[in-house]
């Protein structure tokens, strides 16, 4: 419905006494230039170097096999049709600035960070210098294009985490050279098996790991989470997941995308956790985008769960050292069946792990020592505060993230809104505010909630780590008079 030529999403955000912040638009890079800041930086050769990658989002592989061939190799169906093109308007706003700049009002936003669509996939090459060099150029490629539109978006930096050190490289050069104040890192590193590489250099490409970065990492990236600190920028993660786990169909693209984000945000989230890394910098936020907050809701009670059963001190009802044999003897040979043949289960005969345990050593057993869990409540004091779950406008299961009678702990998990501006999952860029306010429209949520998910949420994301994020912005005002009460909520970065 519109009024008097305005969208409905124009007409909801008049309505509102808070602004409305998008965490997650999207721009559709625009290749000509991406290129050219490629070669600048790269050398001539940068980009053809890039198309030929096997693992270049912009590469044409799938399309150039035959379907047995694509069997034989299990290429995985690519990402298609993903941006808008009989809405040809939203698909020049996807990839124009400007253009998008001037059209925000008619969205129903205040200000949206803007995320890339090839940059998901460039922190993530396997080549070591041309990801250092992918990154670079897009960066300043954003930099420079959207630079003049900062009081209403602000792009992200891209951050490869392939080693600490060059992560620590790109966050100095992204915000101190190019001034830009929010980041996207990967959530993973995919990393070739040693054991592998050693048989065979070309194996490393099929045998890997993947290193979620918090927990039993190839390196300690603590020093990537202190130079985020000093520079004031708040670790968001938004990595794909298409191809790994489940998600490996050669034909069906929507097979491999359902729940992709989500699965790689709960690696990193859990990696985060185990790895103590919230308990070490309890002054910064971490972000993950685009996977909605039901699984967010989920971990949290599998670790209370978790630690209700199989903390180190309840683990030791587990310990196989604490069976009584004489009583399992006499069970056994009182109700074993026929099959059985009369046999024992004795110490000295064959007793799988999984099913009878083996001795461990006390170090190995508790597994909460890293995160210093040490009774129920410590969860949520390093989890809740510390999370941020991005959830798309026609999300129904953001819901979850505000039942304090479902989420352990009573909780309100801290949900932001991310239109995903620029994608297929908002088929009209008109309806951005007012797909997310049909949540309250069918009773999902209240209006409190909303304002929780687009306003205050976002603010808490950012300023908890830079208090002048929102500086030199429309909603500069408006995120300093956020009710003290909300901010408490949240430890200041330098505690």
Same mark, same amino acid.
């Given at each position: 419905?519109?009024?008097?030529?305005?969208?409905?999403?124009?007409?909801?955000?008049?309505?509102?006494?808070?602004?409305?912040?998008?965490?997650?638009?999207?721009?559709?890079?625009?290749?000509?230039?991406?290129?050219?800041?490629?070669?600048?930086?790269?050398?001539?050769?940068?980009?053809?170097?890039?198309?030929?990658?096997?693992?270049?989002?912009?590469?044409?592989?799938?399309?150039?096999?035959?379907?047995?061939?694509?069997?034989?190799?299990?290429?995985?169906?690519?990402?298609?049709?993903?941006?808008?093109?009989?809405?040809?308007?939203?698909?020049?706003? =996807?990839?124009?600035?400007?253009?998008?700049?001037?059209? %925000? @009002?008619?969205? $129903? /936003? !205040?200000?949206?960070?803007? +995320?890339?669509?090839?940059?998901?996939?460039?922190?993530?090459?396997?080549?070591?210098?041309?990801?250092?060099?992918?990154?670079?150029?897009?960066?300043?490629?954003?930099?420079?294009?959207?630079?003049?539109?900062?009081?209403?978006?602000?792009?992200?930096?891209?951050?490869?985490?392939?080693?600490?050190?060059?992560?620590?490289?790109?966050?100095?050069?992204?915000?101190?050279?190019?001034?830009?104040?929010?980041?996207?890192?990967?959530?993973?590193?995919?990393?070739?098996?040693?054991?592998?590489?050693?048989? =065979?250099?070309?194996?490393?490409?099929?045998?890997?790991? %993947? @290193?979620?970065? $918090? /927990? !039993?990492?190839?390196?300690? +990236?603590?020093?990537?989470?202190?130079?985020?600190?000093?520079?004031?920028?708040?670790?968001?993660?938004?990595?794909?997941?298409?191809?790994?786990?489940?998600?490996?169909?050669?034909?069906?693209?929507?097979?491999?995308?359902?729940?992709?984000?989500?699965?790689?945000?709960?690696?990193?989230?859990?990696?985060?956790?185990?790895?103590?890394?919230?308990?070490?910098?309890?002054?910064?936020?971490?972000?993950?985008?685009?996977?909605?907050?039901?699984?967010?809701?989920?971990?949290?009670?599998?670790?209370?769960?978790?630690?209700?059963?199989?903390?180190?001190?309840?683990?030791?009802?587990?310990?196989?050292?604490?069976?009584?044999?004489?009583?399992?003897?006499?069970?056994?040979?009182?109700?074993?069946?026929?099959?059985?043949?009369?046999?024992?289960?004795?110490?000295?005969?064959?007793?799988?792990?999984?099913?009878?345990?083996?001795?461990?050593?006390?170090?190995?057993?508790?597994?909460?020592?890293?995160?210093?869990?040490?009774?129920?409540?410590?969860?949520?004091?390093?989890?809740?505060?510390?999370?941020?779950?991005?959830?798309?406008?026609?999300?129904?299961?953001?819901?979850?993230?505000?039942?304090?009678?479902?989420?352990?702990?009573?909780?309100?998990?801290?949900?932001?809104?991310?239109?995903?501006?620029?994608?297929?999952?908002?088929?009209?860029?008109?309806?951005?505010?007012?797909?997310?306010?049909?949540?309250?429209?069918?009773?999902?949520?209240?209006?409190?909630?909303?304002?929780?998910?687009?306003?205050?949420?976002?603010?808490?994301?950012?300023?908890?780590?830079?208090?002048?994020?929102?500086?030199?912005?429309?909603?500069?005002?408006?995120?300093?008079?956020?009710?003290?009460?909300?901010?408490?909520?949240?430890?200041?970065?330098?505690?």
């Amino acid at each position: 419905m519109e009024t008097a030529g305005k969208s409905r999403s124009a007409v909801i955000r008049e309505k509102l006494n808070h602004p409305i912040i998008d965490s997650d638009g999207h721009t559709a890079e625009f290749e000509p230039a991406l290129f050219d800041y490629l070669r600048d930086i790269g050398g001539s050769r940068a980009v053809d170097r890039l198309l030929a990658l096997p693992d270049s989002p912009l590469s044409f592989r799938w399309y150039k096999l035959s379907p047995q061939e694509r069997r034989d190799q299990r290429q995985i169906r690519p990402h298609f049709w993903v941006h808008p093109a009989a809405n040809t308007l939203d698909r020049a706003t =996807s990839s124009l600035p400007k253009l998008l700049y001037h059209r %925000l @009002d008619e969205m $129903g /936003l !205040d200000f949206t960070i803007i +995320y890339p669509s090839i940059g998901l996939f460039l922190a993530h090459l396997g080549d070591d210098e041309l990801r250092v060099v992918a990154c670079r150029a897009l960066n300043k490629l954003h930099a420079d294009a959207f630079g003049e539109y900062a009081d209403r978006m602000t792009p992200v930096a891209v951050v490869p985490m392939h080693s600490p050190a060059e992560a620590i490289t790109e966050l100095e050069y992204a915000v101190r050279t190019l001034g830009l104040k929010a980041v996207l890192m990967p959530g993973y590193v995919r990393r070739p098996l040693a054991s592998a590489v050693r048989k =065979s250099p070309e194996a490393g490409r099929y045998a890997f790991w %993947l @290193d979620t970065i $918090g /927990l !039993d990492s190839e390196y300690d +990236y603590d020093p990537v989470w202190t130079k985020c600190l000093e520079l004031k920028v708040a670790p968001n993660f938004h990595s794909p997941s298409v191809g790994l786990f489940t998600r490996t169909s050669i034909s069906n693209f929507t097979f491999n995308h359902i729940g992709h984000f989500a699965a790689a945000g709960e690696a990193i989230c859990k990696a985060l956790f185990f790895g103590g890394v919230t308990r070490r910098f309890p002054g910064l936020t971490f972000s993950f985008l685009e996977g909605g907050a039901a699984w967010g809701c989920t971990l949290l009670a599998d670790l209370v769960g978790h630690w209700e059963k199989h903390n180190a001190e309840m683990a030791q009802l587990y310990n196989p050292a604490a069976l009584d044999q004489a009583l399992i003897e006499r069970l056994f040979r009182e109700y074993s069946p026929a099959a059985y043949g009369g046999r024992m289960p004795y110490p000295n005969e064959f007793r799988s792990n999984i099913l009878w345990g083996r001795a461990e050593k006390p170090e190995d057993i508790d597994e909460w020592a890293l995160c210093g869990v040490k009774r129920r409540e410590d969860i949520k004091d390093l989890f809740v505060p510390n999370f941020f779950f991005g959830c798309e406008g026609d999300d129904p299961m953001t819901a979850l993230a505000f039942d304090t009678r479902k989420n352990a702990f009573g909780a309100r998990l801290n949900v932001v809104y991310s239109s995903d501006l620029g994608h297929y999952d908002l088929p009209n860029m008109r309806d951005a505010a007012s797909e997310a306010w049909e949540l309250v429209e069918h009773g999902l949520i209240s209006e409190r909630d909303f304002c929780d998910f687009v306003f205050t949420n976002p603010v808490l994301a950012k300023t908890k780590v830079n208090p002048a994020f929102f500086a030199g912005t429309v909603v500069e005002d408006a995120a300093a008079s956020l009710p003290t009460e909300r901010k408490a909520q949240i430890p200041t970065a330098a505690s």
